[in-house]
Structures are given as structure tokens and as C-alpha cells.
């Protein structure tokens, strides 16, 4: 398991718009966790939690992101994610709404 947690006090100086030094969030924190089920199965857990961007009226928000890794053979893993499991979606600094999602990943890994 490890987790952060970070501060940010953004100041630009020199030529910029009014905004630049207030669209961001300023707290950050994160907390990820890598189980191993069995000998080739991995659950992974991710949990962050972004401030509120006060000047593009963006609230606070956590996001939780699941993933199950199958070691299929030496070299190839198939993966179930799911990302901002528990809310339907929201909006990032850039203005981006970023939703829900759920994929499927093969990984290869060639010369092995």
C-alpha cells in the first residue's frame, strides 16, 4: 500500500491571465493498494480525492479505480478497469468532464 498527499500554491510571475494562478486544485491525495490473490492474479485499488477548484466552479470529488490482472502464461496478462467506479462523472481542471469507465486490457510482451 502507499499513499501521498500534496499542497499546491501555484504563482506565476511574469505575463499571464488572471486565472492561470487559480485553476487548479490545491490539495491532492492518493492512496493505491496491490493485492496478490494467488500466485497469478493481482487486484490493484486506487482512491483519490482532488480539491475543489473554486474559480471554474468545480466541487471537490473522490475517484475510486478498480483493476483485476490475470497472468495468463509468462508474458501475457489480461486486465479488467474500472475508473471512477462510484460516481457517474466530473469535471477535471482542463474543463474535461471525465466519466465512468470500464475496459479490458491484453498485455504482451514480446521476446520472452
Do not use: C, K
Amino acid at each position: 500500500m502507499e499513499g501521498s498527499w500534496s499542497r499546491l500554491e501555484t504563482r506565476i510571475n511574469g505575463p499571464v491571465l488572471p486565472f492561470e494562478e487559480i485553476s487548479t486544485p490545491r490539495t491532492l491525495a492518493q492512496l493505491h493498494s496491490y493485492v496478490d490473490v494467488g500466485e497469478r492474479v493481482q487486484l490493484q485499488g486506487g482512491l483519490y480525492r482532488v480539491g475543489e477548484i473554486p474559480w471554474l466552479h468545480n466541487p471537490a470529488y473522490t475517484r475510486t479505480d478498480l483493476g483485476l490482472t490475470w497472468r495468463v502464461r509468462e508474458g501475457v496478462d489480461l486486465s479488467l478497469w474500472g475508473q471512477n467506479l462510484f460516481d457517474a462523472g466530473h469535471p477535471e481542471a482542463s474543463g474535461a468532464l471525465v466519466p465512468r469507465t470500464l475496459y479490458a486490457q491484453v498485455s504482451f510482451q514480446l521476446g520472452r
